[in-house]
């Protein structure tokens, strides 16, 4: 199993060093080789750097206070006029912002994912904030940056969450 998957960790708190378009980059470019429901691709990508709009962020979701740290974020969203169906744009969705965490451990960043649907005030409040269409569902955004301090993570592996199916 690769290392980052036991390596990633929510992280809230973050250096002042900016965050390299090209680090970006390669962030959008993780999530989007993500699996989606018949190849649909219905994500897209709303990139956040300036210093206001990271700050706003911080305002209008109650769970996103690591925005006033962080020096980038990525707005995750599904065109559900290109999803399958609107379930399995969460899914896809999901997926892709799960490729996006892990390249942040690969390139030694940190992040933290918030989610916005299927909350109306938090879908809503970003419609708003970033001008995104109707028809584009606001799933997560996810908070970037170089890390202040990581805490070492544990093993997360429980098997009494696992039931062996004999048939």
Same mark, same amino acid.
């Given at each position: 199993?690769?290392?980052?998957?036991?390596?990633?960790?929510?992280?809230?708190?973050?250096?002042?060093?900016?965050?390299?378009?090209?680090?970006?980059?390669?962030?959008?470019?993780?999530?989007?080789?993500?699996?989606?429901?018949?190849?649909?691709?219905?994500?897209?990508?709303?990139?956040?750097?300036?210093?206001?709009?990271?700050?706003?962020?911080?305002?209008?979701?109650?769970?996103?206070?690591?925005?006033?740290?962080?020096?980038?974020?990525?707005?995750?969203?599904?065109? =559900?006029? +290109? /999803?399958?169906?609107? &379930?399995?744009?969460?899914?896809? *969705? #999901?997926? !892709?912002?799960?490729?996006? =965490?892990? +390249? /942040?451990?690969?390139? &030694?960043?940190?992040?933290?994912? *918030? #989610?916005? !649907?299927?909350?109306?005030?938090?879908?809503?409040?970003?419609?708003?904030?970033?001008?995104?269409?109707?028809?584009?569902?606001?799933?997560?955004?996810?908070?970037?940056?170089?890390?202040?301090?990581?805490?070492?993570?544990?093993?997360?592996?429980?098997?009494?969450?696992?039931?062996?199916?004999?048939?």
């Amino acid at each position: 199993m690769l290392p980052e998957i036991f390596q990633r960790r929510s992280v809230r708190h973050y250096t002042q060093e900016p965050v390299k378009r090209e680090e970006l980059t390669e962030l959008l470019r993780a999530a989007m080789n993500a699996p989606t429901a018949k190849n649909c691709q219905e994500w897209r990508f709303i990139v956040v750097t300036d210093r206001t709009s990271l700050d706003h962020i911080s305002e209008i979701h109650p769970y996103a206070k690591m925005m006033l740290q962080a020096q980038a974020a990525i707005i995750v969203s599904a065109d =559900l006029d +290109e /999803a399958f169906t609107e &379930g399995h744009a969460y899914l896809d *969705c #999901g997926a !892709a912002i799960e490729n996006l =965490l892990l +390249e /942040a451990v690969h390139q &030694g960043l940190s992040a933290c994912w *918030c #989610g916005l !649907a299927p909350a109306e005030d938090r879908i809503d409040s970003f419609r708003k904030a970033f001008e995104i269409p109707v028809n584009q569902l606001p799933m997560g955004v996810i908070a970037i940056g170089h890390p202040e301090h990581v805490n070492p993570r544990e093993d997360q592996y429980d098997e009494n969450k696992v039931i062996w199916w004999k048939g």
